[in-house]
Each structure stands twice: as structure tokens, then as C-alpha cells.
């Protein structure tokens, strides 16, 4: 009799709406998205406006192509974008970013391929 393994997953999301009052629909504009990995470390910078400012800028990835995670970038005023040091990094990883408005509007860029 073989043995067999379940893998356990699990999908976290948090839901974006806006007020029916608020007369912004259109998404963010996602102007460059950066990406520079270094041995077992990446820098990510990400250039994003909106007229009803931009709330959150996230990056998803997986270096196996099961296993997602995500973490939030940090606006970094004097650079005029949001911007993530990761450490601990083996190998190839493929990552898209997920882009927030003000107003509750989610723009998603994705990234073409693995980063080395």
C-alpha cells in the first residue's frame, strides 16, 4: 500500500470596495515595476499614482511555483515609490505586484519569467 501526502494550502486575501458615492473606477497606473536579485537577496522597486493616492503596493511570489507569499512594499518619499529588500532567497522566483487606490480600485502588474 503506497503512502500519500496532502499538501495543506491556504489562500489569504483581503476584499478592496469603494462607496457606490465615490466616482473613481479607474485603477491605479503602475509606472515601473523593478526587480534585482543579488545571491540570496532581491530589491524591489515599484513607481505607482493615483489621483486618490495609492494605499497599498504588495508583491507575490513563489520560488516553487506552489508556495505564494506576500509582503507589503514601503513608500519611500525621497524616491517617490515603494520599494522591498528581501533576504534569504534560494534560487529562481517569478512575482507580480498588486497595486491599491485610495478609492479602493486594485491594479495587478505581472512580471514576465523567473528573477535570478
Known sequence: MAAHSAALQTLNFQVYYTDTAVADFAPPIV???DGVALMDQADF???AQDTSGVQ???MIYT?????WQSVDLSYVPARDRWEKHLTGLTGQ???FVQV???AGNVN???QQGPLV
Not at 63 to 67: C, K, L, R, S
Open 31 to 33: 509606472w515601473e515595476v
Open 45 to 47: 522597486a515599484v513607481t
Open 56 to 58: 497599498q503596493v504588495m
Open 63 to 67: 520560488q516553487d511555483g506552489a508556495n
Open 93 to 95: 522566483f517569478i512575482f
Open 100 to 102: 491599491v487606490d485610495g
Open 108 to 110: 495587478r502588474h505581472g
